[in-house]
């Protein structure tokens, strides 16, 4: 939805990194480039002059001037602004002191309200709470069974009484189900509201008229992000007609411009409160304006990231898997695909891989990486046995080519994963001996190295007779006296034509500072 944006911003803030020092006429040049890169991504006019007068302002004062590295200080400023626009901190839905807490959508027809209404009451049931979806659109067809097949993929339970098609009341359906929310202790009720295709009185007036009914806690304008300009405009209209407490953004994975983002906020004075970003009911979550403007900026958002993992992974399998990494125990195919599978919950690759920092300046290799490619690697494991997932040595000719007959792929794809799969088990190994950093579990640092050497520092050789024969030696050699003092610290060694008087212990010499 940003890419345009981010690609903009980044190249204006790496011009200033070469940059000691900022002059006016560098902050100016900035600017304008900043509000070149707004206006492109469709942020509306006036959201865009008082975005760029803020940045100027500040980034002509001390925090700039005084910074030891200016142009980071202005990405700052950057991030921060972004940050206020979008809200300056996550909200929350409010919940009624008495249960059910009531949640109204509204807005245009194709912003995605039903299939919106699914993935919130989803969310909330995950958060702990028993929602209920009401289906309050009676006009548009088909929209009830639309909700009620939402509902049933999300596993929440709808309020439909009326069939919907231009039959029943959509404001006594919605004052009714709040009795039965209570009479089936469902402490959350989402209405879904009918749409229209543009802004007309009759929709306003029924969405105010079920406002008035049911006396919602939270009234969400639900708006799709790839309409541009016209998002502001519209939320303009209901926010004069109906009144709305909370923004939410569907099709955020979509390849528009995304200033509405940007201006619904700004021009409402309402925070967006969540945000759809593909067509799953998972596909959803309650909108972070800093992990946002991270992203425009190409920081990365890793908190999102680190979420969906502790969403996705299972901690004892984790723990496990942990366990026999840092133990140095084989990492077998098995291992290998239970990983995979977990990875693939958490979403599309390309979209974790977009969380990390950085990761625009590679757009065009992590948009080539096909999903489908997980799919046939699993496929080919699967196709082995147990014996061969545990040992992939033994897998020969014959059996890469039974395993790639009943994968469905090629001879060569099976053995790129054999090959590819031996080096990733040599790295995990390396990693479980801590690659020779001393202080690692199992490092191969100066500990490790003094083990190999004998009693005297020589190195126990390779051969096994020379190995023992130097033990013995060793072993029978009769000890020497360690010199201390003066000559500990020259080696055991006095320097050419220097020496001392008989029955001189210089162990026993006391030099400046001892006691």
């Known amino acids: 939805m940003f890419e345009t944006l981010s690609d903009r911003l980044t190249s204006v803030f790496s011009s200033l990194r070469s940059k000691g020092r900022l002059s006016d006429a560098d902050i100016d040049a900035t600017t304008r480039e900043i509000r070149i890169a707004l206006l492109e991504a469709d942020v509306a006019l006036p959201v865009v002059k008082a975005f760029v007068a803020q ?12 910074a030891l590295n200016p142009a980071q200080q202005v990405v700052k400023i950057v991030n921060d602004e972004l940050i206020e626009i979008l809200g300056g901190e996550t909200r929350r839905i409010r919940l009624a002191k008495t249960p059910p807490t009531v949640i109204m959508l509204a807005g245009l027809q194709g912003a995605g309200k039903t299939t919106l209404a699914g993935k919130l009451a989803k969310w909330l049931r995950e958060q702990g709470h028993a929602p209920m979806l009401v289906a309050a659109d009676l006009q548009r067809p088909n929209a009830v069974t639309q909700l009620q097949v939402v509902g049933e993929r999300a596993e929440v339970a709808v309020y439909a009484p009326e069939p919907g098609n231009g039959v029943g009341d959509p404001i006594e359906v919605a004052r009714r189900s709040i009795d039965e929310a209570r009479r089936l202790q469902h402490d959350i009720v989402i209405i879904d509201t009918a749409g229209r295709l543009g802004i007309d009185q009759e929709m306003m007036q029924q969405a105010a008229d079920i406002r008035d009914a049911v006396r919602p806690d939270e009234v969400l304008f639900v ?4 309409i541009g300009q016209d998002a502001v405009t519209t939320a303009q209209a209901f926010m004069d007609g109906v009144g709305f407490d909370g923004v939410v953004l569907t099709k955020l994975d979509g390849d528009a411009r995304g200033g509405a983002a940007l201006s619904v906020r700004h021009i409402t004075g309402r925070p967006i409160m969540f945000a759809s970003t593909g067509e799953k009911l998972e596909d959803f979550d309650a909108f972070h304006p800093d992990r946002m403007a ?12 680190i979420e969906q993992a502790q969403k996705t992974f299972d901690e004892e399998q984790a723990a496990k898997m ?22 693939q919950k958490m979403g599309p690759i390309k979209n974790l891989l977009g969380m990390m920092p950085g990761m625009g300046q590679m757009r065009d290799q992590i948009n080539s990486i096909d999903d489908r490619d997980l799919d046939r690697i699993a496929a080919i494991i ?3 046995t147990p014996a061969e997932r545990q040992d992939p040595k033994i897998i020969n000719g014959s059996r890469r080519a039974r395993i790639a007959a009943g994968s469905g792929v090629s001879v060569s794809a099976v053995n790129n994963l054999v090959t590819r799969f031996f080096e990733a088990q040599k ?7 801590g690659m020779g950093i001393p202080g690692m579990p199992g490092g191969r640092g100066k500990a490790a190295k003094a083990q190999k050497k004998g009693k005297k520092g020589r190195r126990v050789s390779g051969d096994p007779r020379k190995a023992a024969l130097g ?3 060793a072993e029978t050699a009769p000890s020497e006296p360690k010199p201390g003092g003066v000559l500990g610290n020259l080696g055991g060694k006095l320097p050419p034509g220097v020496e001392l008087p008989p029955g001189f212990d210089p162990s026993k010499l006391k ?5």
């Not at 708006?223 to 790839?226: E, F, K, P, W, Y």
């Not at 991270?294 to 990231?305: A, E, Q, V, Y």
């Not at 030099?511 to 006691?515: A, D, F, M």
């Open 427 to 433: 790295m995990m190994k390396r990693m479980a001996g």
């Open 294 to 305: 991270s992203r425009i900026l190409d920081m990365g958002d890793i908190l999102t990231l």
């Open 55 to 66: 940045v100027k302002e500040r980034a002509r004062g001390a925090e700039v001037s005084q």
């Open 471 to 473: 033990k013995a030696s």
């Open 382 to 384: 699967r196709s082995m």
């Open 322 to 343: 942990a366990g026999k990494l840092t133990s140095g125990e084989n990492f077998t195919l098995e291992d290998f695909l239970e990983q995979m599978m977990m990875v």
């Open 511 to 515: 030099l400046p500072g001892q006691k």
């Open 223 to 226: 708006v799709d992000a790839m």
